[in-house]
């Protein structure tokens, strides 16, 4: 029997391993975190990520061939394949600060795997890892080997947060790299029938090791261009008095260039898109290549844009202060489906809208206060380590309070923000919110998901990105 181990048990980790559980019934598939409560939650009826499909499939193989465990070396030593999915977080000081990865935590685990083995593996990178981990890696184990063979792959995630399982049972590929060496390859081979119990051949690459690590950057790179590019166009739009869905729409029409990743939002989130690019930007500027680092960059620079272009919509709008006005924001977490925030546009919203010292009234369904209070006290990056060695926050802000319902956060407000697409806002009775509003009454869409004609009518004053806007706002300056 084949036995597989996973180090973290993260948002990656989690998911792609109870689906290989799921797919092979004859494979052993262990799952290690150091983080106790974090394995205590896999064990229980309560798991600790939200992700639509994960509680179905966690419970029909846990305890058969699917484990999770704190007990990292034991499962370590006894696994034939190591997949490695544990943080690598942003660099705040020295070499490369705000760009380049931090790699304490893929060191210590690479030491670990060298210390605790006894026979030969293969160890997979599976989380986001800044560009030629691949090789460090294989330096480290290499050096510390005692004899015993490893061979490095580079096999990385491709799927999206809150359509996680779906992602997994039909990816749209499988990328696999490794040494071009005949150990390499059957390395490859090894991954490679592990897949083929349930991906189709073809949609199966191979290709060497830094090809691998690069396409996950690269790809990653090109899907948030396309939403900087989009957001782009939404401040025109705005500026015009044109619509940004319809444009949206038409150039995604063209099949070159497809309809997907045209949405204009209040910004990207998510643990991916900027760190990836980050460290895009520092490859090429080590590699000599500034035009190309400085091309990249300007897609971080958009979104930032947008955030503060949003912030600045909200104050103008409501006279250029909302300094103890009460603030609704509806969806904390980057995207709708999940209760993660990590990188989402709502923590850098709320800290402006708290700068001009709104009241803020947040609701959002899978995200808990504790985790709103860390968000807006942490600094930036520090959100990128394992959870016991994050600070916590005994300071809470104190103009931010956390309610379970929207008709609550939106009791008595000035304004309503809109962060993230939760399908439950579209149903929202926005008539039943105005009546308990203060006048007048503004709803700011940051996610483009409501009936602008039908909130006007109501009396709302209503701003939705790249829409022509309502005509109170024509006039209001759009960016400080
Ligand atoms: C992303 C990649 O899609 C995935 O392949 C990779 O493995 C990890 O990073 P994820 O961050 O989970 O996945 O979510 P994604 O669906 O890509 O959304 C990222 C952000 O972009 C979200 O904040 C989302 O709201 C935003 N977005 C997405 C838009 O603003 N507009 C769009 O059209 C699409
Ligand atoms: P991702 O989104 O890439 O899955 P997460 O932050 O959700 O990232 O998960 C990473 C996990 O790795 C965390 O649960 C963390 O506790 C775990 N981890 C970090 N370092 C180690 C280590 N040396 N051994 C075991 N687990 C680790």
Redesign the pocket.
């Known amino acids: 029997m084949v036995k597989i181990c996973c180090i973290g048990a993260g948002y990656v980790g989690g998911p792609t391993m109870a689906v290989i559980a799921l797919k092979c019934p004859s494979v052993e598939v262990a799952v290690v975190d150091i983080s106790v409560p974090r394995i205590a939650a896999w064990n229980s009826d309560q798991l600790p990520i939200y992700e639509p499909g994960l509680d179905g499939v966690v419970k029909q193989c846990r305890g058969k061939n699917l484990f999770f465990s704190t007990d990292v070396e034991k499962h370590v030593s006894e696994a034939d394949i190591v997949f490695v999915s544990v943080n690598t977080p942003t660099k705040t000081r020295g070499l490369g600060a705000g760009k380049a990865a931090d790699l304490t935590y893929w060191e210590s685990a690479a030491r670990m795997i060298a210390d605790v083995s006894k026979s030969d593996k293969i160890v997979v990178e599976k989380s986001?890892v800044p560009v030629k981990t691949a090789e460090a890696i294989e330096k480290i184990l290499t050096h510390n080997s005692k004899g015993i063979k490893f061979q490095i792959l580079s096999n990385p995630?491709?799927?999206?947060?809150?359509t996680a399982i779906s992602d997994l049972f039909n990816p749209d590929r499988v990328l696999i790299g490794g040494r071009e060496t005949p150990e390499g390859q059957k390395a490859i081979q090894a991954l490679k029938d592990v897949y083929a119990q349930w991906v189709p051949e073809d949609r199966i690459l191979t290709t060497n090791l830094w090809s691998a690590e690069l396409s996950k950057l690269a790809?990653?790179a090109f899907?948030?261009q396309?939403?900087s590019s989009?957001n782009a166009m939404s401040a025109l739009c705005e500026a015009t008095g044109a619509n940004v869905k319809q444009v949206s729409f038409a150039v995604g029409t063209d099949t070159r260039i497809g309809p997907?990743?045209?949405?204009?939002?209040v910004?990207?989130?998510?643990?991916?898109?900027q760190k990836d690019i980050l460290n895009l930007v520092y490859i090429c500027e080590c590699n000599g290549l500034p035009e190309v680092a400085e091309y990249w960059k300007q897609v971080i620079k958009i979104n930032d844009y947008q955030k503060n272009r949003f912030v600045n919509r909200v104050v103008a709008s409501m006279f250029n202060t909302v300094s103890n006005k009460k603030i609704a924001i509806l969806g904390f977490a980057?995207?709708k489906d999940t209760g993660d925030t990590r990188e989402?546009?709502a923590i850098d919203v709320c800290k402006g809208l708290l700068g001009d010292k709104a009241r803020l009234s947040i609701y959002d369904p899978q995200v808990t206060e504790d985790q709103i209070q860390r968000d807006l006290t942490m600094n930036k990056f520090d959100w990128d380590h394992p959870l016991h060695l994050q600070p916590m926050s005994p300071t809470t802000v104190k103009q931010v309070s956390v309610v379970w319902d929207a008709y609550e956060a939106t009791k008595d407000a000035h304004g309503v923000c809109i962060l993230t697409?939760w399908d439950e806002f579209k149903d929202l009775d926005f008539q039943r919110i105005y009546d308990n509003m203060q006048k007048p009454a503004f709803v700011f869409d940051g996610r483009n998901i409501i009936d602008v004609d039908k909130l006007r009518e109501i009396g709302f004053i209503v701003y939705s990105i790249g829409k022509p806007l309502d005509p109170w706002l024509k006039d209001m300056p759009a960016v400080a």
Request: aromatic share 16%; net charge neutral.
């Open positions: 986001t995630e491709f799927l999206a947060e809150g790809a990653n899907l948030a396309r939403i989009v997907k990743f045209l949405n204009a939002s910004g990207f989130g998510g643990s991916c898109f980057f995207k989402t546009p697409e």
